[in-house]
Nanobody, 121 residues
Framework: QVQLAESGGGSVQAGGSLRLSCSASGSITSLNLMGWHRQVPGKEREPVASILSDGTVKYADSVKGRFTISRDNAKNTVYLQMSSLKPEDTAVYVC???????????????WGQGSQVTVSP
């Protein structure tokens, strides 16, 4: 199994910055896609940013130019640097990873527990 441990998050005023981290642990054969989603009560979970093991990144239009995703492959860790935060960025941010474990036929998705990010006006 793969465990995802998140850290960071918290409360900040609009225009401020926060950094999220997520480390994957367990018996991992390969760790390809890592990323972040966010969820607001009453709304569907939405993808925020993702990064492949080769460094290819993808962002939601709503965060382009403000958020930066990066990863340390040696540490199986992904980061999300959030700048110029807006109240509408308030959500629970959930880390995700697509990983293959020993004995597993195919890679599958794993999810973290989520970190609250609150941006006040």
């Amino acid at each position: 199994q793969v465990q995802l441990a998140e850290s960071g998050g918290g409360s900040v005023q609009a225009g401020g910055s926060l950094r999220l981290s997520c480390s994957a642990s367990g018996s991992i054969t390969s760790l390809n896609l890592m990323g972040w989603h966010r969820q607001v009560p009453g709304k569907e979970r939405e993808p925020v940013a993702s990064i492949l093991s080769d460094g290819t990144v993808k962002y939601a239009d709503s965060v382009k130019g403000r958020f930066t995703i990066s990863r340390d492959n040696a540490k199986n860790t992904v980061y999300l640097q959030m700048s110029s935060l807006k109240p509408e960025d308030t959500a629970v941010y959930v880390c995700s990873a697509v990983a293959k474990v020993p004995g597993g036929a195919f890679p599958r998705a794993y999810w973290g527990q989520g970190s609250q990010v609150t941006v006040s006006p």
